[in-house]
């Protein structure tokens, strides 16, 4: 158990740290239903960008999901596999979980990746950043939409 938490905390610690897109000009955005049903940018998500993000460093989501589809042999398993995604949640629905998670579940491991206040143990460097761009947050939920299951 102690292990696991060990594992989690240094997993967030290492996204807050090398998350070289932060940012700190935030759009602002509505929370509907549990959903943020409008986009954070005035741009289309790119979704071969988005799958870039999920399996590179920058969203750092292998840590902890399973994703269809790729060869990586680390993939995490604290989080639900994210197969068919895609076909579980709506596109608003899909924008909340990314942007702040703790909306939903409040005890959640899931990071935050579009939120600047509120964080604990935030390294100095990062305080009032989010750790993915509104486009790169855009960019991810245009391919998760993708993951479907028939
Ligand atoms: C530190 C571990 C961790 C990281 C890193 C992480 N997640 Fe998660 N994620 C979780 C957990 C745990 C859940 C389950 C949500 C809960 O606690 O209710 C989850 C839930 C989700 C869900 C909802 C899945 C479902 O079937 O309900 C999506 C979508 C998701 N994550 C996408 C991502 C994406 C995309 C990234 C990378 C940008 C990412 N996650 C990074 C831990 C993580």
């Not at 740290?17 to 940012?23: E, F, G, W």
């Not at 239903?33 to 979704?47: K, M, Q, R, V, Y």
């Not at 939120?115 to 790169?136: F, H, M, P, W």
């Amino acid at each position: 158990m102690y292990f696991k938490f060990f594992i989690v905390f240094s997993i967030n610690f290492y996204l807050f740290i090398y998350s070289t897109s932060a940012n700190n000009n935030l759009s602002n955005y509505e929370i509907v239903n549990f959903a943020i049903p409008l986009s954070l940018t005035s741009l289309e998500g790119d979704p071969d960008n988005g799958r870039n993000i999920v399996i590179s460093r920058e969203g750092n989501c292998l840590a902890c999901h399973i994703v269809p589809n790729i060869s990586d042999k680390f993939q995490g398993n604290i989080g639900p596999s994210l197969a068919g995604v895609g076909n579980r949640y709506t596109i608003g629905e899909l924008r909340l979980r990314l942007v702040d998670p703790y909306v939903i579940s409040p005890t959640t491991l899931m990071p935050a990746f579009y939120k600047n206040k509120g964080l604990i143990r935030v390294d100095e460097k990062y305080i009032g950043k989010s750790i993915l761009t509104a486009q790169q947050i855009e960019d991810v939920i245009s391919w998760l939409i993708t993951l479907k299951i028939n």
